[in-house]
C-alpha cells in the first residue's frame, strides 16, 4: 500500500509516498519551507493559507513521480490553534506552540486554578503549548472574537476538515487544548470549557488518530495530486508520530536533538508534573511522558559559528569538544536557556557566570557542555528514567555528538531513527489492505 505522509512542522511541510509495509518513502522527500510571521514581540504565527499552499505544494512534488496514491495520513506541530467562522473560514491566523503572547493568560491561570488544571489536564497552563490559554489572551484582546467563533480546532483538524469536510481531534491534540480531562475521563471537561469561554459546540469528537476522518474531496484531492476519494487518516502530533516510527514501548526513551532537547516516553500510569508535558500518545490507551532540556545541539552549533568559526565542523565536533569536556572552568551557563524552554510561564534567558579577563572560548564551552549533561540528567529523571533506559531512539542534528555527551546513555541499545515524524504516519494504516 503506498500512501502520501505529511509532517506539518513549524518552519517546513515534508512530504513523501511511503511503502507501508517497509514504512520508507518511494520516492523523493518534499521539503517546503514557509515563513512565521512575528507581527510583535514574542508572537510566532501563520495566515492559514499560507501553511495550506505549503502543504498542497510539498504533496504534489512529493506525487509527481511517485506510484499512485491510496490514502492520505498526517504528522503536525502542536499545539497550534485554528478558529473558524460559520463559513469554515479561519478568523485569525494561526497560533504555533513558539507564540509565547499568552504569557499574561498564563499568569491569570495558574493563579487562580494552576494545581487543579495541572491535576486534570496533565500540565501547566503554558502560553503557546496549551492552545485555551491562547484563546483566553485572544479574547482579552478582542472581547467581540466570540460571537464569531464556530469551530475550535488543530491544525491536523484543520487540515483533515480542508480535505475531508469532517472534523475530530486526535486524543493527543486534545491533550494540550487545556479542555480535556488528559489525567482522569479523557473527555471534554465541563470545567475547563466553562472556564475558557470556550462552547462545547465548537468542539469536535476525539478519536483515535488512525480514525479514518473521511475520504477526500476533489478540489482538494487536486491541489495534493492524490485521487479524490481517498481515505485520510487524521494523524498524531509529530512526536507521537516519531515514537510510531520506532515502535517504542514503555522503557523506551526518544531523544530529538534540536533547539532544545526533547525527551519523550511511553506510559500507561502517567503522572501529572510541573516539570514535564503529558499527554495522550493519540493512539491506542498510552500516554506519552514530555521533559525538555534547553542546551540543545544547536547550542553547540552557535558556539561553533561565534568563536570557533576558523575551525572546520568535523575539527570542531571531534577534537575540541573532547578537548573542552576535559577543562576545568569556574565558568558556568547558568540560567541555561539558550534555546528558550516551553516548560515556562515566565521568559528566561540564559547567562555566562564567573567571567574573568582571563576566560577565553574553550571554557564557554566547556561549560556549555557541563550545563547540557546537567541539565540532561535532572530532564532523564523528569520524564521517569531511572538509570539508563531500555532502548534509545536519537533524531535530530548533531544527535550522535549529543549522544556521546551523556554518560547515562553508556548501557543502552541506540537506534537512529531519520525522519521518524514523517515515517510514522505508515504506522497510522498498520494492517490496512
Given amino acids: 500500500m503506498h500512501i502520501l505522509a505529511l509532517d506539518v512542522g513549524t518552519s517546513s511541510v515534508k512530504a513523501a509516498v511511503l511503502d507501508v509495509a517497509r514504512a520508507a518513502p518511494v520516492g523523493p522527500v518534499a521539503h517546503i519551507p514557509y515563513a512565521l510571521d512575528h507581527p510583535c514581540p514574542e508572537a510566532a504565527e501563520v495566515p492559514a493559507e499560507r501553511l495550506w499552499n505549503a502543504v498542497a505544494s510539498a504533496a504534489r512534488e512529493a506525487t509527481r513521480r511517485a506510484p499512485d496514491v491510496q490514502a492520505v495520513g498526517l504528522s503536525v506541530m502542536t499545539p497550534a490553534l485554528v478558529l473558524l467562522d460559520s463559513a469554515e473560514k479561519p478568523l485569525r491566523p494561526i497560533w504555533t506552540h513558539l507564540d509565547r503572547r499568552a504569557r499574561p493568560a498564563a499568569r491569570q491561570v495558574w493563579a487562580a486554578v494552576g494545581e487543579e488544571f495541572l491535576a486534570s489536564v496533565g500540565n501547566r497552563p503554558l502560553p503557546g503549548g496549551i492552545s485555551a490559554v491562547c484563546w483566553r489572551q485572544l479574547l482579552a484582546d478582542d472581547p467581540y472574537l466570540k ?69 477526500v474531496r476533489a478540489a482538494a484531492a487536486s491541489e495534493l ?79 561553533h559559528g561565534l568563536c570557533f568559526h576558523e575551525q572546520s565542523a568535523e575539527e570542531f565536533f571531534h577534537k575540541t569538544i573532547p578537548l573542552a569536556r576535559e ?70 542534528g548533531a544527535a550522535e555528538i549529543v549522544h556521546g555527551l551523556i554518560p547515562e546513555y553508556a548501557g543502552a541499545a541506540v537506534h537512529m531513527l531519520d525522519e521518524g515524524s514523517l515515517r510514522g504516519v505508515a504506522g497510522l494504516f498498520a494492517g490496512s489492505v
Avoid at 167 to 175: E, K, V, Y
Avoid at 255 to 274: E, F, K, N, S, W
Fill in 327 to 396: 577543562r576545568k572552568t569556574r565558568v558556568t551557563l547558568d540560567p541555561p536557556y539558550l534555546g528558550g524552554d516551553r516548560l515556562e510561564i515566565e521568559a528566561h534567558r540564559a547567562a555566562f557566570r564567573d567571567l574573568t579577563l582571563t576566560t577565553d572560548r574553550l571554557d564557554l564551552l566547556a561549560a556549555t557542555l557541563e550545563a547540557l549533561v546537567r541539565r540532561h540528567r535532572e530532564a532523564l529523571q523528569t520524564v521517569g528514567i531511572s538509570g539508563s533506559p531500555r532502548r534509545l531512539f536519537l533524531t535530530g
Fill in 225 to 303: 495530486g492524490v485521487p479524490a476519494g481517498v481515505p485520510l487518516k487524521l494523524g498524531l502530533a509529530d512526536t507521537s508520530s516519531a515514537v510510531l516510527a520506532a515502535g517504542m514501548e514503555p522503557g523506551d526513551l526518544l531523544h530529538i536533538v534540536g533547539t532544545t532537547q526533547v525527551l519523550a516516553m511511553l506510559t500507561d500510569r502517567p503522572v501529572a508534573d510541573a516539570r514535564r508535558l503529558t499527554r495522550c500518545h493519540g493512539t491506542g490507551a498510552l500516554f506519552l511522558q514530555v521533559a525538555h532540556n534547553p542546551v540543545g545541539g544547536v547550542a553547540l552549533e552557535w558556539l
Fill in 147 to 215: 460571537h464569531d467563533v464556530r469551530s475550535y480546532l488543530h491544525v491536523n483538524g484543520w487540515l483533515g476538515l480542508r480535505m475531508t469536510g469532517e472534523r475530530a481531534f486526535d486524543a493527543g491534540n486534545a491533550s494540550f487544548t487545556g479542555l480535556f480531562n488528559t489525567m482522569t475521563d479523557q473527555h471534554w471537561s465541563e470545567r475547563w470549557c466553562e472556564f475558557f469561554e470556550v462552547e462545547r459546540t465548537w468542539l469536535p469528537p476525539v478519536v483515535d488518530g488512525k480514525a479514518t476522518l473521511g475520504h
